[in-house]
């Protein structure tokens, strides 16, 4: 395996269980990312600026997948990170409508704006914040 996988980025791995169906060793589960937060493949292909014919393939394969551009793979690797924190905070019953969300603080743009514009670094270390804030840590 690369080592361009999911599974060696520190924060992934320090979410660990939490996100482990979507992320491996093997790449990541597309499908059921995807399913997770009710991402059709053309919105997730607008995310990643890949065909949604090729991202439909992906979500039909159902098994791991490692993509070959960097673009995709960050924006999966930013999906994971934001299911796991989420899922820290108790927020995951709410993660699909939340990326739909505007923010202001992002004048505005979604969550999935965010990631597209390249952006999901910052707001992943905003919400490690208010997880970190919430745990009393």
Known sequence: ?????????????TLG?????FVGSGGFRIDLLCRELELPAAEFASL?????TSIARYLQ????V???D???????????????LLRAMKMDD??????????PSYGGRTPLEVVKAGEGQDLIQRLL???????GG
Not at 1 to 13: L, N, Q, R, V, W
Not at 48 to 52: I, V
Not at 130 to 135: C, F, K, M, R, T
């Open 1 to 13: 395996m690369a080592p361009s996988s999911g599974a060696t980025d520190p924060m992934i791995a």
């Open 17 to 21: 269980s939490s996100v482990r169906e």
């Open 48 to 52: 990643t600026g890949r065909a949604t």
């Open 61 to 64: 394969w159902e098994r791991w």
């Open 66 to 68: 490692d993509p070959d």
């Open 70 to 84: 960097e673009r995709t793979k960050r924006v999966l690797k930013e999906l994971v990170q934001i299911v796991g």
């Open 94 to 103: 709410n993660a699909s409508s939340w990326l739909r969300t505007p923010l």
């Open 129 to 135: 914040a208010l997880a970190v804030g919430e745990s």
